[in-house]
């Protein structure tokens, strides 16, 4: 038996990176669980097939969270397939990194629709379908708690999502559900890498300021992500947990 076992678990951006890793992760400890992708259905059909290989179920979902209708139609899918729904991680999200005299109206709405109305509209919807308790994770950032110059809106999302949390776990406990931050320090994933974030002076910056002395691995993340959606952390709620090698940004 695992530790999620028989549990539902939606799982925002879980094509790839942190999102997939948690996906997997969840689906070992016998959730069902709903791989959520905005446009990539081939990754997010490779990590349901994962988790079905593993000897977990799971389907895929495409939804734009930060659209209220993809959002319902997530939700939709999730109960007329698995029913109630336990565990929601509010993972999709975006990041990009300017100078303030370069942003822009655009990447302002890109940032703050996907990471915070995101989190909003599929907090919403996943109530409806929670019975009588449930856990909340949002993905933040430890560049919430320590920004860093270029990182002004990034930053601000996520120290929005942080917000957001300890006001949700004020509001929700009497109905005995959970709202927990897990924030990440640099990890790598296909978007870091891209990105060039993962390697070179960004990542030698990073792994000085980290006790720990390296970047972090999806995997890493993904272990707290069970914790936080099991059991085992049934007397956490409100917290902002750091989870990047001691980094402080």
């Known amino acids: 038996m695992g530790k999620l076992a028989g549990k ?4 925002t951006g879980a094509s790839k990176g942190i999102g997939a890793g948690i996906a997997k992760a969840f689906g070992k400890e016998g959730a069902n669980v709903v791989v959520n992708y905005a446009r990539d259905k081939e990754d997010a059909e ?3 097939a994962a988790i079905e290989k593993a000897g977990g179920k799971a389907i895929t979902v495409q939804a734009d969270v930060s659209r209220q209708a993809d959002v319902d139609r997530l939700f ?7 029913g109630t729904v336990d565990v929601l991680v509010n993972n999709a999200g975006v990041y990009e990194f300017a100078p303030i005299d370069q942003v822009t109206e655009a990447s302002y709405r890109r940032m703050f629709d996907l990471n915070v109305l995101g989190t909003v509209l599929s907090t919403q919807a996943a109530l409806k379908s929670m019975n009588g308790s449930g856990s909340i994770i ?3 950032s ?3 708690l320590t920004p ?3 990182g002004s809106l990034y930053s ?3 120290g ?12 929700l406990g009497p109905r005995k559900i959970r709202v927990n931050s897990l924030a990440p320090g640099l990890v790598e994933t296909e978007g870091t890498r891209a990105a060039g974030t993962s390697e070179g002076n960004f990542k030698e910056t990073i792994v000085a300021r980290t006790p720990l002395g390296r970047v972090g691995t999806v995997d890493d993340i993904a272990k707290v992500a069970v914790f936080l959606a099991s059991d085992d952390s049934g007397w956490i709620t409100g917290e902002v947990l750091p989870v990047g090698g001691g980094a402080r940004l």
């Open 76 to 82: 939709e899918v999730t109960k007329k397939t698995f």
């Open 138 to 140: 949002n993905v933040s």
């Open 160 to 171: 929005a999502v942080d917000v957001i949390t300890r006001t949700l776990a004020e509001e």
């Open 142 to 144: 430890v560049a919430a």
């Open 46 to 48: 490779k990590v349901a």
């Open 148 to 150: 860093i110059p270029t």
């Open 156 to 158: 601000a999302t996520k």
């Open 8 to 11: 539902t678990a939606v799982v």
